[in-house]
């Protein structure tokens, strides 16, 4: 098995791409770019062992595997809707940037709130669609890493992405 001099440098270049990335990919789909400005990575090398993780916004990864609407959807994680809706406040502010101001059948304006409820109702019902914005990238530089430095610290790609998910979320619940 070969020797790395710079195993530092090779996963400085993994964390470096992936976020490169997944920034790039969140750029033709932000709103306001705190989920993209929100995207951190932290790598640590040790004697017999590594520490990768990514940090963001906990609604990211969200937007990145997808929740199942009560109707209908998919998620890559089994993230899903069951008997609680978004809160609809959560819309409000998006709207008003976004200029929504749909209007009735008699050519009224629908009241905001209304339209805050209707939009988290269809996302209660349709659910959110996985963007993989992250999930592409991870797996793209993950399989690029060298095949004896994968095998040295035993890493599987299914597992890291697991333990950095389930880290993420256990720092968010807090």
Same mark, same amino acid.
């Given at each position: 098995?070969?020797?790395?001099?710079?195993?530092?440098?090779?996963?400085?270049?993994?964390?470096?791409?992936?976020?490169?990335?997944?920034?790039?990919?969140?750029?033709?789909?932000?709103?306001?770019?705190?989920?993209?400005?929100?995207?951190?990575?932290?790598?640590?090398?040790?004697?017999?062992s590594i520490?990768?993780?990514f940090?963001?916004?906990?609604?990211?990864?969200?937007?990145?595997?997808?929740v199942?609407?009560? %109707? !209908?959807?998919?998620? &890559?994680?089994?993230?899903?809707?069951? /008997? $609680?809706?978004?809160?609809?406040?959560? #819309?409000?502010?998006?709207?008003?940037?976004?200029?929504?101001?749909?209007?009735?059948?008699?050519?009224?304006?629908?009241?905001? %709130? !209304?339209?805050?409820? &209707?939009i988290?109702?269809?996302?209660? /019902? $349709?659910?959110?669609?996985?963007t993989? #914005?992250?999930?592409?990238?991870?797996?793209?530089?993950?399989?690029?890493?060298?095949?004896?430095?994968?095998?040295?610290?035993?890493?599987d790609i299914?597992? &890291?992405?697991?333990?950095?998910?389930?880290?993420?979320f256990?720092?968010?619940?807090?």
């Amino acid at each position: 098995m070969a020797q790395f001099d710079n195993i530092q440098d090779l996963l400085n270049d993994f964390r470096d791409n992936v976020i490169r990335e997944a920034k790039s990919n969140l750029s033709s789909r932000t709103d306001t770019g705190n989920l993209k400005k929100s995207l951190k990575s932290y790598v640590k090398e040790s004697k017999n062992s590594i520490q990768i993780s990514f940090e963001m916004e906990d609604y990211g990864f969200y937007q990145d595997r997808g929740v199942k609407g009560v %109707k !209908s959807g998919k998620s &890559l994680d089994g993230y899903k809707y069951t /008997n $609680k809706m978004p809160p609809s406040k959560a #819309f409000d502010k998006w709207t008003v940037r976004k200029g929504i101001a749909p209007r009735d059948k008699q050519g009224k304006f629908i009241k905001r %709130k !209304s339209l805050n409820f &209707l939009i988290a109702r269809s996302i209660f /019902n $349709k659910g959110i669609k996985p963007t993989l #914005f992250f999930t592409k990238p991870f797996e793209k530089y993950f399989k690029r890493l060298p095949d004896e430095l994968v095998e040295k610290y035993g890493l599987d790609i299914e597992n &890291l992405f697991n333990q950095i998910t389930s880290e993420n979320f256990k720092r968010l619940s807090k």
